[in-house]
């Protein structure tokens, strides 16, 4: 079944300790995405990877980081989490042939930073 | 500034009736436009495309309108159906995607 996984779903954490969102897509898609979702302001993108070691950043980068060491992973990383960080956060990845607009979502992570 | 605007962020149909979404863009340069759909605990679905050389797409029971001329996008849903309540997004792309707040869909029986 073609998906894109997120691990972990839930997360609780407190303020400056190091996390990381997993990523991963069976598609063999070029490009995947990061977004968060807030209340209001609908779906902003953080990152984006056109391709395997290619990154860029989106529209709220600041205290995001990520990798793309292979075609199918495409990890969040926070490298010290704050409360304003606390979001439903959605990876996505689209072929990047025609269709890059058309991305697959997956299920969400909603973090939580006290 | 926001580039994508959907400014209901509720409505509410009577089922069989039409519903219609709207979006609002600001940028001319924009030349594909998306409509997705999510359901609560899971990820955003896609649901029908135009690009912007059309004004009009139809999949079924959905079907996307495009003014270029007034930079404005909407979902028209006939007929309704409870199963398509859910939260609606506009998506605006020309080199990455801008979507807009969403808005939240109910059908009432």
């Known amino acids: 079944e073609a998906q894109v996984t997120q691990n972990p779903r839930y997360l609780i954490t407190v303020t400056g300790k190091k996390l990381t969102v997993t990523c991963s897509q069976n598609?063999?898609?070029?490009?995947m995405s990061w977004y968060r979702q807030d209340p209001g302001l609908g779906l902003r993108q953080i990152y984006y990877?056109?391709?395997?070691?290619?990154?860029d950043k989106g529209d709220v980068p600041e205290g995001y980081k990520v990798s793309r060491k292979e075609k199918r992973n495409f990890p969040l990383i926070l490298e010290s989490p704050s409360p304003n960080q606390t979001s439903l956060y959605f990876c996505?990845?689209?072929?990047?042939?025609?269709?890059?607009?058309?991305?697959?979502f997956g299920p969400g992570t909603r973090l939580t930073v006290t | 500034d926001q580039q994508v605007k959907q400014n209901s962020p509720s409505l509410s149909v009577q089922e069989g009736r039409i519903s219609i979404l709207n979006c609002d863009y600001t940028?001319?340069?924009?030349?594909?436009f998306l409509w997705y759909k999510k359901y609560p605990a899971e990820g955003p679905t896609f649901l029908i495309s135009?690009?912007?050389?059309?004004d009009k797409n139809e999949d079924g029971r959905f079907t996307v309108f495009l003014n270029k001329s007034a930079k404005h996008l909407s979902l028209h849903i006939v007929p309704s159906q409870p199963g398509d309540s859910a939260v609606y997004f506009c998506?605006?792309?020309?080199?990455?995607?801008?979507f807009g707040q969403g808005t939240r869909l109910t059908i009432n029986p």
């Open positions: 996505a990845s689209s072929s990047g042939q025609g269709l890059t607009y058309e991305q697959y």
């Open positions: 598609m063999n898609h070029e490009y």
């Open positions: 990877s056109m391709n395997v070691e290619v990154t």
């Open positions: 940028n001319s340069m924009f030349d594909y």
């Open positions: 135009i690009s912007s050389i059309k």
């Open positions: 998506a605006v792309g020309a080199q990455k995607l801008v």
